[in-house]
């Protein structure tokens, strides 16, 4: 079983950074590939980026190449998400998650792990 707790949401302004973390505690992931979903009123839970366990392979949706990056920091057993430009319609709960396989995959039923989420808020 793998823990996972999210932290660094909040209310930002367009345009506006913020970065998230996510760890797990006292447990070591990092046979694990990790990513970021989120999650907004009104729709399905939509795949960010994700990131293999070396740190050396990342995937991002479309909607965010260019403005959030993923990263990790295995002897912290943490992963974070930073978040450039942001736009009122990245407002959403963000989730981190895992998943025991090493291949880097985008559908949200291949992870196996997630978090309780964290809100963020982007003002326009």
């Known amino acids: 079983q793998l823990h996972l707790v999210e932290s660094g949401g909040g209310l930002v302004q367009a345009g506006g950074p913020l970065g998230l973390s996510c760890v797990a505690p006292?447990?070591?992931?990092?046979?694990?590939?990790m990513a970021w979903f989120r999650h907004a009123a009104g729709k399905v839970r939509e795949f960010l980026a994700a990131?293999?366990?070396?740190?050396?392979?990342?995937n991002y949706a479309d909607s965010v190449k260019g403005r959030f990056t993923i990263s990790r920091d295995n002897a912290k057993n943490t992963v974070y998400l930073q978040m450039n430009r942001l736009k009122p319609e990245d407002t959403a709960i963000y989730y981190c998650?895992?998943?025991?396989?090493?291949?880097?995959?985008?559908?949200?039923?291949?992870?196996?792990?997630w978090g309780q989420g964290t809100q963020v808020t982007v003002s326009s």
């Open positions: 998650t895992a998943r025991r396989d090493a291949a880097i995959v985008i559908t949200k039923q291949a992870y196996d792990y």
């Open positions: 006292g447990r070591t992931f990092t046979t694990f590939v």
């Open positions: 990131i293999s366990w070396s740190g050396y392979s990342t």
